[in-house]
């Protein structure tokens, strides 16, 4: 089992530019998790979706937007980047049993 | 007041020793806390649960919750230079149903040969 795969790994995006950071898991868990880390700051919730067709807010979702395409697959996208979006991104999978999440390798993200 | 708290170190310790970290957290609701460790570069890995007051024992770590108090802590013994890492507390919020955790800023620890 790969867990939770996420790509790119590395992005660079000049001011304006949008993309989208996809986020699958083999675990077949229910909930799905989008985190932005920055230094001193630790670990913020931009999204997350409950369950499949579901999809919420967290902490910091101004210039985001997510799509639960599927069980397996949770996406985010920038519709137009700010340098203040420079950070390191994780998803995340949640088993429902003991409340554990797993994260994904990361996206490191600048914009220029 | 931040609902999960942490010092950031680093704190230094010697090979072999033990290596102790602290959480508080303001949630009296909480039932469940988590260590991650993570290595500079890398994603947060689990590396204990606990769910109930008292001690869990998981090789050469301990996590320990203590709700009178409210706080958690991991202790690392035998420590390694391989344990050098940020250590990020992680408990539940009890309002929230969808699993989503509150994260401390994480300790830094070094461990010196």
């Known amino acids: 089992n790969a867990g939770v795969t996420q790509t790119p790994k590395f992005q660079v995006l000049k001011t304006g530019q949008s993309m989208t950071l996809q986020c699958a898991q083999d675990m077949n868990h229910n909930s799905m998790y989008w985190y932005r880390q920055d230094p001193g700051m630790g670990l913020r919730l931009i999204y997350y979706s409950a369950s499949e067709g579901t999809t919420d807010k967290g902490e910091v979702p101004n210039g985001y937007n997510v799509s639960r395409l599927n069980k397996r697959e949770f996406s985010l996208r920038l519709e137009s980047a700010a340098p203040s979006q420079t950070s390191v991104y994780f998803c995340?999978?949640?088993?429902?049993?003991?409340?554990?999440?797993?994260f994904g390798p990361g996206t490191r993200l600048t914009v220029l | 007041q931040k609902e999960v708290e942490q010092n950031s170190g680093p704190l230094s310790v010697p090979e072999g020793a033990i290596a102790s970290l602290n959480c508080t957290y303001s949630d009296r609701g909480s039932q469940s806390f988590f260590w991650y460790r993570q290595y500079s570069g890398k994603s947060p890995e689990l590396i204990m649960s606990i769910y109930s007051n008292g001690d869990k024992e998981d090789g050469r770590f301990t996590a320990q919750l203590n709700k009178a108090s409210q706080y958690v802590s991991l202790l690392i013994r035998d420590s390694q230079p391989s344990d050098s890492a940020t250590y990020l507390c992680a408990g539940p919020r009890t309002t929230d149903s969808w699993g989503k955790l509150q994260f401390g800023a994480g300790t830094q620890v070094v461990v010196t040969p």
């Open positions: 995340a999978s949640r088993s429902g049993t003991y409340n554990e999440q797993f």
